[in-house]
């Protein structure tokens, strides 16, 4: 505590101001800081703050690309001490993805040891891991002790760091950039540098050239993990004009022939962004629920470069369909949002289109020229005062000597005379071709300049060299002057660097050949299920308690089959796989299984509930064969129901599609196609009632229409038939008895009816 007395009039001071007005500065100034100096890269380098106070500290640390390589640790310590008062893991996390040439199309830094992989694994640690810059990060400082950019003070006042790198190239579009800011993000993909560079050409020539030109010499982004573009042209142009968009990319595959006609898919290069590991995961998912069921495994066998097997189930797929499912069905297609949000100028945060951005980056590079150019006419100028001062020591080298000699104040003696020109002791003068200066004093720095000279410059051959270094030094000056006077020849400087760097790190080069080609998408259709499944004959066979299975072939259906104790025998027919079956459902639900996908015949098979999502207390009303462009006549207990299509019978989930709408107490009765052009209906008092199937409706879904009306009990029956054959059933001897005079039971819809012939079977049921 301090020893001062404190006055006890004066009083501390409370300032009392709304909590919304508090909380609403306080969090504005939060989102401001979040916006400006982490989560937005600047459009003049594309860095944000951490990355170029990464690549700055590694300036420091002298760690070129032609150096040796330092600690992780040692960089990542040195970053948040001098430049970034941030936790050591983000820095070294934002440091290792420079380094990761899966993410970044250009890397800035040179990473040795383990710094993490496509596969999606993180880095090592730090103290692990070396370090050092790019060749290509080091043309992003150029300038930087050129008085290029301005520079701030550090976060403690003890350095100084730039505000932003002289940038030799567009970084922001050449590696792309990431963040989530308040309220807003950004979201930028890689491109390819010698296109970029030749866009900036374009628009040298021609400020006001249109979008549509632009993005002919800027077609796409080019992602550092390759892929294919498969983006409508219109759509990446209108992606490029507003800033905002997205890019559909799919990855590169091709067929490798294995001999005697079998084959498989070998994908090279996988979209940008897309963890390998996490792909093989969802694909070895798709073969596992068989959701394409033409795929049959996926191996990965990637060493040094992807390589990703996929194999099909039969030889006779069509390839393109198969990777058409799986670009539909997996990470083997994605899409990169494009959203171009970056800071004008590091203040103004703004969505930009493809053309202002390139025009950010080429008014800042002007500049970066303007500001080196300024600061090398100031070393000249200061040469040349130098170099004056050295030819007039030659000149007059006697009285200089003599003044250095005996004057007890040499500096302020050398300043106070008037040199003028002196006679030489050389015969040859006439060998000097340039003249020496008039009359007049040397200034401090000359004074100072001749003092500190050495004694062996005092050769003939240096007043030479001196001489021809002034009439060099002042053609540089004089071309540099007209530099600053004509903004013609700034643009053609820039050009020309521009042109140096395209020449180092362009199309030209391994580094800079393009990696993501274009292609257009086909659209990926439904592909019917008798395309995907090798087609052949099963016995479906379903046990009374539920439990399925499919034995191969098209096995003999009176042979008895085994069951578990207490079970039997209650569905068994002929199928194929590629056949959908549906399962009614007691609850009017109608579940869709494939026969494909249904257990192999060795054992009892698996329960179906298990299979679809048929509650317990829900009956197993029948297991159908769908075919299209069928009609079925369902009903419910109670006695109502309507024609649905069977197209709205398949149900695309587990949970099934309910069909039938019933009440309390009431279930489903029966589903049965419809064949001709009358219904007859029986129910449980035995009265039949027949009546033409027009007076039914034709519904996707709903409760239907009353089929015949009850006292008690409910519906035992119902099929259709052709009026003019006549109405089969089978007698309690087996025999099948045809009825052609149905006229006593003839009569409209949702009436009683009449008792049945003498001979109706006695389960009431016209089939068994």
Same mark, same amino acid.
């Given at each position: 505590?301090?020893?001062?007395?404190?006055?006890?009039?004066?009083?501390?001071?409370?300032?009392?101001?709304p #909590?919304?007005?508090?909380?609403g500065e306080?969090y504005?100034?939060?989102?401001?800081?979040?916006?400006?100096?982490?989560?937005?890269?600047?459009a003049?380098?594309?860095?944000?703050?951490?990355?170029?106070?990464i690549?700055?500290a590694m300036?420091?640390?002298?760690?070129?690309?032609?150096g040796?390589?330092?600690?992780?640790a040692k960089?990542s *310590?040195?970053?948040?001490?001098?430049?970034?008062?941030?936790?050591d893991?983000?820095?070294?996390?934002?440091?290792?993805? #420079?380094?990761?040439?899966?993410?970044?199309?250009y890397?800035?830094?040179?990473?040795?040891?383990?710094?993490?992989?496509?596969?999606?694994?993180?880095?090592? =640690?730090?103290r692990?891991?070396?370090?050092?810059?790019?060749?290509?990060?080091?043309?992003?400082?150029?300038?930087?002790?050129e008085?290029a950019?301005? +520079?701030?003070p550090? @976060?403690?006042?003890t350095?100084?760091?730039?505000?932003?790198m002289?940038?030799?190239f567009?970084?922001?579009?050449? /590696?792309?950039?990431s963040?989530?800011?308040?309220? &807003?993000?950004?979201?930028?993909?890689p491109? /390819?540098?010698d296109?970029l560079?030749?866009g900036?050409?374009?628009?040298?020539?021609?400020?006001?050239?249109?979008?549509e030109a632009?993005?002919?010499?800027?077609p796409?982004?080019?992602?550092p993990t390759g892929?294919?573009?498969?983006?409508?042209?219109?759509s990446?142009?209108?992606?490029y %004009?507003?800033?905002?968009?997205?890019?559909r990319?799919?990855?590169?595959?091709?067929i490798e022939?294995?001999?005697?006609?079998?084959?498989?898919?070998?994908v090279?290069?996988?979209?940008?962004?897309?963890? $390998?590991s996490?792909l093989?995961e969802?694909?070895?998912?798709?073969?596992?629920?068989?959701?394409?069921?033409?795929?049959?495994?996926?191996?990965?066998e990637?060493a040094?470069?992807?390589?990703?097997?996929?194999?099909p189930?039969?030889?006779?797929?069509?390839p393109? &369909?198969?990777?058409?499912?799986?670009?539909k069905?997996s990470?083997?297609?994605?899409?990169?949002?494009?959203?171009?949000?970056?800071?004008?100028?590091?203040k103004?945060?703004?969505?930009?289109?493809?053309?202002?951005?390139?025009?950010a980056?080429?008014?800042h590079?002007?500049i970066?020229l303007?500001r080196?150019?300024?600061h %090398?006419?100031?070393k000249?100028?200061h040469?040349?005062e130098?170099?004056e001062?050295?030819i007039?020591?030659?000149?007059n080298?006697?009285?200089?000597?003599?003044?250095?000699?005996?004057?007890?104040?040499p $500096?302020?003696?050398?300043? %106070?005379e008037t040199?003028?020109?002196?006679?030489?002791?050389?015969?040859?003068?006439?060998d @000097?071709?340039?003249?020496?200066?008039?009359?007049?004093e040397?200034?401090?720095?000359? =004074?100072?300049a001749?003092?500190? &000279?050495r004694?062996?410059s005092?050769?003939?051959?240096e007043?030479?060299?001196?001489?021809a270094e002034?009439?060099?030094l002042?053609?540089?000056?004089?071309?540099?002057?007209d530099?600053?006077?004509?903004?013609?020849?700034?643009?053609k400087?820039?050009?020309?660097e521009?042109? =140096?760097?395209?020449?180092?790190?362009?199309?030209?080069?391994?580094?800079g %050949?393009?990696?993501?080609?274009?292609?257009?998408?086909?659209?990926?259709?439904?592909?019917?299920?008798e395309a &995907?499944i090798?087609?052949?004959?099963?016995?479906?066979?379903?046990?009374a308690?539920?439990?399925?299975?499919a034995?191969?072939?098209?096995?003999?259906?009176?042979?008895?089959?085994?069951?578990k104790?207490?079970?039997?025998?209650?569905f068994?027919?002929?199928?194929e796989?590629?056949?959908?079956?549906l399962?009614?459902?007691?609850?009017?639900?109608? @579940?869709t299984?494939?026969?494909?996908?249904?257990p192999?015949?060795r054992?009892?098979?698996?329960?179906?509930?298990?299979?679809?999502?048929?509650p317990n207390?829900?009956?197993i009303?029948?297991?159908?064969?769908?075919?299209?462009?069928?009609?079925?006549?369902?009903?419910?207990s109670?006695g109502?129901?309507f024609?649905?299509p069977?197209?709205?019978?398949?149900a695309?989930t587990?949970?099934?599609k309910?069909?039938?709408t019933?009440?309390?107490?009431?279930k489903?009765?029966?589903?049965?196609?419809?064949?001709?052009?009358s219904?007859?209906?029986?129910?449980?008092n035995?009265?039949?009632?027949? +009546?033409?199937?027009?007076?039914?409706?034709?519904?996707?879904?709903g409760? *239907?229409v009353?089929?015949? $009306?009850y006292?008690?009990?409910?519906?035992s029956?119902?099929?259709?038939?052709?009026?003019a054959?006549?109405?089969?059933?089978?007698?309690?001897?087996?025999?099948?008895?045809t009825?052609?005079?149905?006229?006593e039971?003839?009569?409209?819809?949702?009436?009683?009816?009449?008792? =049945?012939?003498?001979?109706?079977?006695?389960? /009431?049921?016209f089939?068994s």
């Amino acid at each position: 505590m301090s020893d001062t007395p404190q006055d006890p009039k004066i009083e501390p001071i409370t300032l009392a101001e709304p #909590l919304s007005r508090a909380i609403g500065e306080r969090y504005l100034t939060y989102a401001l800081s979040t916006i400006m100096h982490r989560a937005l890269p600047d459009a003049r380098d594309g860095l944000k703050p951490v990355h170029r106070r990464i690549l700055f500290a590694m300036r420091e640390l002298r760690l070129s690309a032609t150096g040796g390589f330092r600690k992780s640790a040692k960089i990542s *310590g040195d970053v948040m001490g001098n430049y970034h008062p941030h936790g050591d893991a983000a820095i070294y996390d934002a440091m290792a993805r #420079l380094a990761q040439d899966f993410n970044q199309r250009y890397p800035l830094v040179d990473g040795q040891g383990n710094f993490g992989n496509i596969d999606g694994d993180n880095p090592a =640690a730090a103290r692990y891991t070396e370090a050092r810059l790019t060749a290509i990060a080091e043309t992003l400082m150029e300038g930087l002790a050129e008085n290029a950019v301005d +520079f701030r003070p550090n @976060y403690d006042g003890t350095l100084e760091e730039p505000e932003v790198m002289p940038a030799a190239f567009p970084n922001l579009l050449a /590696n792309g950039s990431s963040g989530i800011a308040v309220g &807003m993000a950004t979201n930028i993909p890689p491109h /390819n540098l010698d296109e970029l560079i030749l866009g900036c050409h374009a628009l040298l020539k021609d400020p006001d050239m249109s979008d549509e030109a632009l993005v002919d010499l800027i077609p796409g982004p080019d992602f550092p993990t390759g892929g294919v573009i498969v983006e409508p042209r219109a759509s990446i142009l209108e992606a490029y %004009r507003t800033g905002r968009g997205s890019f559909r990319t799919r990855a590169k595959w091709e067929i490798e022939d294995l001999g005697r006609g079998t084959w498989q898919i070998v994908v090279t290069q996988i979209p940008y962004q897309v963890a $390998k590991s996490k792909l093989i995961e969802k694909l070895a998912e798709i073969i596992q629920t068989k959701k394409v069921p033409i795929l049959a495994d996926v191996r990965d066998e990637s060493a040094e470069d992807i390589r990703i097997i996929l194999e099909p189930r039969v030889k006779t797929v069509n390839p393109d &369909m198969l990777m058409g499912m799986l670009f539909k069905n997996s990470d083997l297609e994605s899409r990169f949002s494009l959203n171009l949000n970056v800071l004008i100028d590091g203040k103004v945060p703004k969505v930009c289109s493809l053309k202002e951005v390139l025009r950010a980056f080429l008014d800042h590079r002007r500049i970066v020229l303007r500001r080196r150019a300024e600061h %090398r006419v100031e070393k000249i100028d200061h040469r040349l005062e130098v170099l004056e001062g050295f030819i007039i020591t030659f000149l007059n080298l006697d009285r200089v000597i003599d003044i250095i000699r005996y004057d007890a104040e040499p $500096k302020a003696a050398l300043m %106070r005379e008037t040199w003028g020109r002196a006679h030489r002791r050389a015969e040859n003068e006439k060998d @000097y071709v340039s003249p020496p200066p008039g009359e007049g004093e040397l200034t401090e720095v000359q =004074a100072e300049a001749i003092l500190n &000279m050495r004694l062996r410059s005092l050769r003939r051959l240096e007043e030479l060299e001196l001489l021809a270094e002034r009439d060099a030094l002042m053609v540089e000056r004089a071309g540099l002057a007209d530099l600053l006077e004509s903004a013609k020849l700034q643009w053609k400087q820039i050009g020309t660097e521009l042109e =140096a760097i395209r020449k180092q790190f362009g199309k030209e080069t391994v580094l800079g %050949r393009r990696r993501t080609l274009f292609a257009e998408a086909g659209e990926v259709e439904d592909v019917p299920l008798e395309a &995907m499944i090798e087609r052949e004959p099963i016995t479906v066979i379903c046990s009374a308690m539920g439990w399925i299975r499919a034995v191969k072939g098209h096995v003999d259906l009176g042979i008895e089959q085994k069951f578990k104790d207490g079970d039997q025998a209650r569905f068994i027919f002929h199928a194929e796989t590629t056949d959908k079956i549906l399962l009614v459902g007691g609850n009017g639900r109608f @579940y869709t299984l494939l026969g494909a996908n249904l257990p192999g015949g060795r054992g009892m098979g698996e329960p179906v509930r298990l299979m679809v999502d048929l509650p317990n207390d829900a009956e197993i009303i029948d297991l159908i064969i769908w075919r299209g462009a069928e009609k079925f006549l369902v009903a419910s207990s109670a006695g109502d129901g309507f024609v649905v299509p069977s197209e709205e019978l398949v149900a695309q989930t587990k949970a099934g599609k309910q069909v039938l709408t019933l009440g309390a107490g009431v279930k489903t009765a029966l589903c049965r196609r419809v064949a001709g052009d009358s219904v007859a209906v029986v129910g449980d008092n035995r009265k039949m009632l027949v +009546f033409a199937l027009s007076e039914l409706p034709e519904m996707a879904k709903g409760k *239907g229409v009353r089929l015949q $009306k009850y006292k008690d009990g409910g519906l035992s029956d119902a099929t259709t038939f052709v009026r003019a054959a006549g109405l089969a059933w089978k007698d309690p001897a087996g025999r099948t008895r045809t009825e052609t005079d149905l006229t006593e039971w003839q009569a409209a819809r949702a009436t009683a009816g009449r008792m =049945a012939p003498r001979g109706f079977p006695r389960d /009431n049921r016209f089939t068994s």
